[in-house]
């Protein structure tokens, strides 16, 4: 084993993916290529059972996700089981469908947060990205009514050539709409977003223009809102610790129960991922397979196995290593010691903006 079990510390964080089923169809969406389908959800009951495992394993807060979580005709019920599992709760939605009576309906069911993808501060472009006309409107209501109940709310933005140029507009609509927070995310180039990689990546010269100008805005908003940036990994010298390292902070549930180190490790193919119906959460985490077949550092090989950085970012991204290489036991090839660090440049400089969307199932 890569790590002794005892040594473990608790996850602090769980995504639960309740279901694959979204109204959207965003050009980068990170759910895998093969959704799982409606009829292999797991149920209320096996739920809340696996939120209570979280919480006595010492999970801290639960994200409620999926696709559109709000499929779920038992989302309030889910809701209030995570509530009272002491579990601190973020809905992270589309806002498509979540109309003011539900979202108080999840409010008394003990919601915390409300975290909503806004794909653009303009309503054309917003809704040209989701693949779905309206859903900007759906967006700033469902905001509107996250504010007036006083439920805390992060606006969630997707960073990519065709929005990057309205990054301040972003911010000040997240300000406006009584926003705590905004998450500046460049895409990541994994599932979904592969095909759409020439479309969506910005050039060098506007993504390190977008680093300095986010920087300047925290500055200016100090104070008034939050402002977390995700950098973009193909035009930086070192990787970031893909989720603060494999198999060290977080897991993931997908909608049929498997458990995951993070949400894209179904890319990476021979891993063997343990399900909630068979073992406890407890178990899963300290000695799946899967959890176990990159953490620490002993499953390295160089540069990375050497280097000064390797107790810093565990090597990077597993899954981008395989996608881009086709190895995930490789550097990341975003490090600039990567032999294979040309690659990561050469794709990044492949697109031109021109080319049309790809969309999930259209």
């Not at 989302?75 to 469908?97: K, Q």
């Not at 993504?207 to 950098?231: C, F, N, S």
């Not at 565990?314 to 294979?340: E, I, M, T, Y």
Request: with cysteine; hydrophobic share 40%.
């Amino acid at each position: 084993m890569a790590n002794d079990a005892k040594a473990l510390n608790p996850p602090l964080g769980m995504l639960a993916e309740l279901t694959h089923r979204c109204p959207l169809a965003c050009p980068y969406c990170s759910n895998p290529l093969k959704l799982e389908p409606r009829d292999t959800e797991l149920d209320t009951g096996t739920w809340v059972r696996v939120f209570k495992e979280a919480a006595a394993l010492g999970v801290l807060q639960v994200h409620l996700s999926g696709g559109e979580p709000a499929s779920r005709r038992d989302l309030e019920e889910l809701t209030a089981a995570a509530h009272e599992a002491g579990l601190y709760t973020n809905l992270i939605t589309s806002a498509v469908g979540v109309n003011q009576k539900r979202i108080a309906a999840l409010a008394d069911a003990g919601l915390d947060h409300v975290q909503i993808s806004i794909q653009d501060s303009k309503p054309e472009s917003a809704d040209r990205i989701a693949g779905y006309e309206g859903a900007y409107r759906q967006k700033i209501a469902l905001a509107e009514a996250v504010s007036k109940l006083r439920l805390l709310l992060t606006v969630n933005a997707v960073i990519h050539r065709h929005n990057i140029a309205r990054i301040p507009e972003m911010i000040q609509m997240a300000v406006d709409l009584g926003a705590q927070r905004i998450e500046i995310a460049h895409v990541q180039y994994y599932g979904w977003a592969v095909p759409n990689r020439a479309a969506l990546m910005p050039g060098r010269k506007e993504a390190e223009a977008a680093v300095k100008r986010i920087e300047e805005l925290r500055r200016d908003y100090h104070g008034r809102i939050v402002i977390d940036a995700v950098t973009p990994d193909y035009f930086a010298k070192f990787p970031k610790a893909c989720m603060g390292g494999w198999g060290k902070r977080s897991l993931n549930v997908t909608p049929m129960g498997r458990v995951l180190p993070c949400h894209a490790a179904e890319s990476i193919p021979g891993l063997e991922f343990w399900n909630v119906r068979d073992h406890s959460l407890a178990d899963i985490w300290a000695k799946s397979p899967a959890f176990e077949a990159f953490r620490g550092t002993a499953w390295m090989k160089e540069p990375c196995l050497s280097c000064a950085h390797k107790e810093r970012d565990f090597g990077g991204c597993r899954c981008q290593a395989f996608a881009v290489l086709g190895d995930a036991r490789a550097a990341d090839p975003v490090c600039h010691l990567s032999p294979q660090h040309a690659r990561m440049v050469e794709l990044a400089e492949a697109g031109t903006g021109d080319e049309p969307f790809v969309y999930r199932g259209r």
